[in-house]
């Protein structure tokens, strides 16, 4: 079992900017896709973006296409998401987590955690003026 801290979460103004990293235990990260996804209070967790094992696929929700980017650096068993022009909507728990493909994020099995392999810890994201 591999663990996943996540950090990097914070208050920050609208249009205000957050990179969350999320480090795994075990250099065999390298071998599965791994995401984020969040969880506001009173409503379902919602895959937020995926980065497949080679880096070479990425998948975003509709609602943060053009303002989030994955990444990863499978040397430092690490993935980066970074969160530009941030809104109120964007407030949540934030969760990395391995899975064995994207398709965990891009059919919502995500919001049940169907296909997770290993959740991380939340890290606290609030937007607000």
């Known amino acids: 079992e591999v663990q996943l801290q996540a950090s990097g979460g914070g208050l920050v103004e609208p249009g205000g900017s957050l990179r969350l990293s999320c480090v795994a235990s075990d250099f065999s990260f390298a071998d599965y896709a791994v995401g984020w996804s969040r969880q506001a209070p009173g409503k379902e967790r919602e895959g937020v973006s995926c980065?497949?094992?080679?880096?070479?696929?990425?998948f975003y929700s509709d609602h943060v296409e053009g303002r989030f980017t994955i990444s990863r650096d499978n040397a430092k068993r690490t993935v980066y998401l970074q969160m530009n022009s941030l809104i109120p909507e964007d407030t949540a728990v934030y969760y990395c987590?391995?899975?064995?493909?994207?398709?965990?994020?891009?059919?919502?099995?995500?919001?049940?955690?169907?296909?997770?392999?290993?959740w991380g810890t939340g890290t606290q994201v609030t937007v607000s003026s």
């Open positions: 980065m497949s094992s080679s880096g070479s696929y990425t």
């Open positions: 987590a391995t899975s064995w493909t994207c398709g965990t994020y891009q059919s919502g099995s995500i919001t049940s955690g169907a296909g997770v392999k290993d």
